[in-house]
């Protein structure tokens, strides 16, 4: 379909005295957040309809693990949401023990629920930086991005890459951490605490953003469900569902944190779920931090990734929501076939009953809010 | 002696003039008409070429000033590769922009297209020919100063008007729109409160409102009407932000949201005219903002002899400047900090809250007068 066609479906009607048009949004535009196309019919600024339009960057990505083993897998999963690779990592990663029949050893867990946190904080500092750059401060955006760097300089240390990390293996890692990971960690933490007091200054109290977030692209408690939303988005809308809490994985039973709620589901409580949640996430780190043994082996004992024929299922909570990898595996080493249930295209389905009624303007605060990754849409 | 034998006929003309003009020059020199004529041709020159200069000149130097201003509130660092601190980079920039292929798309009405960066560039050139930046330092010494500042202002939102329309991008004509409405509506309470600064001191002249603030800093217009001063100079700063569609207030452009606004479409040298034309709306605004609020070209003096006369020994275009400065990085630093309002709170922001405070402040100026 050409770029000016209207999409299918899409039809222009004259009830009203004014005239409506259709607006390309995408997929060059600043704030779609990548190659993502958003067909819009407008009456002056107000939306009536919103037409997602995925595809642009798909890769084949669940088409191509079927000619790779599993370890190459993994790697593919950096590529679906780049923001949060190394959780991605670990829900592949889990999703293969289940099929080998191993679990890790201690350390390990501390390991794995401490990156992921950590990638879970950087995740949200994206989202910080975005949800303000989105509303016109640039310099949120380099604001959230300076704690980042910080995060992914440890990511590096310990991972060998700053954002494609490739990092889990079934059973255990790639390596051990070093030896500085723990006080690192911890400076870290104390640097955070500081910094996100500035933070949450600088946009949770702002009179202009509050005017441009509340009540603005309310989503339901019945309408996130539906939709399938997940994370933060669902949490927004009230309803008290969090992986590691309902289903937990490795040792998120063993640590203690809240899971934060809010129960208008507009754009202002999105932005402080996730605020809440860099909290829980430091909380947990904390006591990560306590309690890492210092002795004891990194991984499992070393076995070639070969799954028994069958079906098995990892669901994780990424930063972004619920991360699923649903693995039918051929005996051998190679998948018959991975499918992964995303976050981000649910979020990105229920845009159009957000958006009804709102300006262009509210659309990009509403995008913002839901934090989609659209590499991880077109996988 | 070489004769030469072919006849010269410029020789000739010369010959035959030089004496005829060296006759009539003495009485040429003494002639009113002739005088006032040459005397007005060179002053216009010097003019244009001062205002040119002024406006052209500041542009590079507030692209540098607002790069290092953004990267230091982003903690960055901003330009430092090229020349000291990255000193030439703007120039490079500018080099980069000059060359850069003029292309308009196809089906934008070509006329209306090229012309709305001039009509845009006009206003803030003919607004900074009015102010006063010294004693004797004023293009046009005009009594109508203030109506006419207002009426040339309004002039730049028709550009932008016209870039939205005929570059054929609905981004743009959203952005022309917003502008629109943005423009003429805060041109209300912008004029609002340049006649409260014209009812305290009596005069439309901006020489004589400049005069009028003369001597200690306390007797400069914010300072001079006790707490409603610096109220309306704080209204003043709103509503400039928003009369030069800068951030926070620079929906018309709104990257984020329509992808640059009335100048998507515009590229290479007629884009450089609209970012030109705002850095200096950005100088002639600050003017305005010393001339009539921070006591023009007086130095800041505090009332205590010995320290006023070395302050005064400064020439008043460099307090001038000083000031003007220090207007713009506020306007920077308001531009690096604040979020976007959306463009119904804005004008809601305007017509239901900073023009009844306008309102409110003529008549408590009136009351001033009439008191003091």
């Not at chain 2, 490079?92 to 292929?101: G, I, R, S, T």
């Not at chain 2, 729109?177 to 912008?190: D, K, P, T, V």
């Not at chain 2, 700063?237 to 515009?266: K, V, W």
Request: hydrophobic share 45%.
């Amino acid at each position: 379909m050409s770029m000016t066609q209207l999409p299918p479906g899409f039809k222009i009607t004259r009830e009203s005295n004014t005239e409506e048009f259709f607006v390309n949004m995408g997929p060059q535009h600043p704030s779609t957040h990548g190659a993502l196309r958003l067909a819009l019919r407008m009456d002056g600024e107000t939306i009536i309809e919103l037409v997602p339009h995925f595809g642009y960057i798909h890769r084949g990505m669940e088409k191509q693990a079927e000619s790779m083993t599993y370890l190459q897998y993994i790697a593919m999963s950096d590529r679906q949401d780049y923001l949060t690779a190394i959780q991605n990592n670990l829900g592949v990663a889990l999703a293969l023990e289940k099929g080998m029949n191993i679990g890790v050893p201690e350390r390990q867990e501390y390991i794995r629920v401490m990156l992921c946190e950590l990638g879970r904080i950087a995740s949200h500092l994206v989202f910080f930086g975005c949800f303000g750059g989105d509303l016109g401060g640039q310099t949120c955006l380099l604001f959230g991005f300076k704690e980042r760097e910080m995060i992914h300089d440890i990511l590096e240390e310990v991972t060998g890459s700053r954002l494609t990390t490739n990092f889990f293996r079934p059973g255990g890692s790639r390596f051990d951490v070093p030896e500085n990971f723990i006080p690192r960690v911890k400076s870290f933490l104390d640097h955070m605490e500081d910094s996100m007091k500035d933070y949450e200054r600088f946009l949770s109290k702002n009179i202009i953003v509050q005017e441009r977030s509340i009540g603005i692209g309310i989503l339901s408690k019945e309408d996130a469900i539906a939709y399938g939303c997940s994370g933060p988005v669902l949490r927004a809308s009230g309803i008290d569902f969090d992986v590691r809490k309902n289903n937990p994985y490795s040792i998120y039973s063993q640590l203690e944190f809240d899971v934060p709620t809010a129960r208008n589901g507009d754009c202002y409580d999105r932005y402080n779920v996730r605020i809440a949640e860099i909290h829980e996430s430091m909380r947990i780190l904390r006591q990560c931090v306590g309690k890492f043994p210092a002795e004891g082996p990194w991984r499992s004992k070393e076995k070639p990734v070969k799954l028994a024929a069958g079906r098995y299922y990892s669901e994780i909570e990424t930063a972004k929501g619920l991360y699923g990898t649903y693995v039918v595996a051929a005996a051998g080493d190679k998948p018959y076939r991975i499918h992964t249930r995303g976050p981000s295209f649910p979020h990105i389905a229920a845009l159009n009953k957000m958006v009804q009624g709102h300006t262009v303007s509210d659309l990009v605060t509403i995008m913002a809010t839901l934090d989609p990754v659209i590499p991880e849409i077109d996988r | 002696m070489f004769v030469p034998s072919i006849t010269n006929p410029i020789g000739d003309v010369v010959r035959e003039w030089v004496p005829k003009l060296a006759e009539y020059l003495p009485v040429a020199i003494q002639s009113e008409t002739l005088n006032s004529i040459v005397a007005f041709l060179v002053n216009a020159v010097i003019c244009v070429i001062a205002v040119c200069a002024v406006n052209i000149g500041s542009a590079p130097i507030l692209i540098y000033m607002e790069r290092k201003v953004c990267a230091h509130v982003q903690c960055r660092l901003g330009p430092m590769r090229l020349g000291w601190h990255g000193t030439i980079q703007t120039i490079a920039d500018v080099l980069k922009m000059l060359f850069k292929e003029v292309y308009n798309p196809g089906g934008v009405d070509k006329i209306m297209y090229y012309m709305a960066p001039l009509i845009v560039l006009i206003a803030p050139f003919m607004v900074a020919a009015l102010i006063p930046f010294g004693p004797t330092l004023v293009v046009a010494d005009v009594d109508m100063g203030i109506p006419l500042i207002i009426a040339v202002n309004g002039f730049g939102v028709l550009g932008i008007l016209l870039g939205g329309w005929s570059s054929n991008n609905k981004y743009s004509l959203l952005g022309a729109l917003r502008s629109g409405a943005q423009m003429i509506s805060y041109e209300i309470s912008f004029a609002m409160i340049l006649l409260f600064v014209v009812m305290i001191t009596g005069s439309t002249n901006l020489m004589d409102i400049t005069q009028s603030q003369s001597g200690t800093v306390l007797d400069w217009m914010i300072f001079k009407v006790p707490v409603i001063g610096f109220i309306a100079f704080i209204l003043f700063f709103i509503s400039s932000t928003a009369e030069m569609n800068r951030a926070p207030f620079d929906i018309a452009e709104a990257e984020q949201e329509l992808t640059g606004g009335y100048h998507t479409e515009y590229t290479g040298t007629p884009f450089a005219m609209f970012y030109l034309a705002e850095y200096i709306a950005l100088v002639t605004n600050s003017a305005l903002a010393t001339t009539c609020f921070l006591g023009g070209f007086h130095a800041p003096c505090i009332g205590v002899a010995a320290v006023d006369t070395y302050l005064n020994m400064v020439p008043g275009v460099v307090w001038f400047f000083a000031k003007v400065y220090f207007m713009i990085w506020c306007y920077m630093m308001v531009r690096w900090t604040f979020v976007r309002p959306r463009v119904d709170q804005l004008m809601s922001f305007e017509w239901k809250f900073l023009l009844p405070v306008n309102l409110v402040m003529l008549v408590i100026g009136a009351i001033y007068v009439a008191l003091f």
